[in-house]
């Protein structure tokens, strides 16, 4: 049986997102996948091809943006098929905003809009993750790697 693949790419400043990514490789690693995890900075849009399973995650900026480093990622996402594809986002923000978590929204449509399957409710978190919120994590890779390996 064939292992999946599942890539969790994201955007981290104060190394909180970062932080949550880890938490959702681990659990994703736990129950048998193979993940890449890695920082926006460093991947291409057109990876996301090459896995069965996609979690993205950045942190708020402003008003609800997304962050500058992770924009050339986002924007190369435009052209990609996601069809068949699971997919999930997660993010970082600062409730003192109006648009709380708003890059973790604009990920999700993003997602949705190339035809990825959402396979679970995004993941938002204040700051850095509680232990609480990186278990959520976990439980979100665990839970794609089961979809995944159930075909």
């Known amino acids: 049986m064939p292992v999946s693949k599942i890539l969790v790419v994201y ?6 997102t970062e932080e949550m990514a880890e938490a959702i490789a681990e659990g994703a690693r736990e129950a048998g996948a193979e993940v890449v995890a890695k920082d926006a900075f460093d991947a291409s849009p057109d990876e ?5 399973g996609i979690i993205i995650g950045a942190y708020t900026w402003g008003d609800g943006e ?3 480093e992770f924009l050339d990622f986002y924007e190369g996402m435009e052209s990609l098929e996601l069809g068949g594809k699971r997919a999930a986002a997660f993010g970082s923000g600062d409730t003192s905003y109006p648009i709380y978590c708003g890059a973790v929204d604009l990920i999700e449509e993003r997602l949705r809009k190339l035809g990825a399957s959402i396979v679970s ?19 979100l890779g665990r839970q ?4 995944l390996a159930a075909g």
């Open 11 to 16: 955007a981290s400043m104060t190394g909180n």
């Open 48 to 52: 996301l091809a090459e896995y069965e």
């Open 66 to 68: 997304l962050p500058d």
């Open 121 to 139: 409710e995004s993941i938002k978190f204040e700051y850095n993750p509680s232990e609480e919120e990186k278990e959520q994590g976990r439980s």
């Open 144 to 147: 794609m790697a089961g979809l």
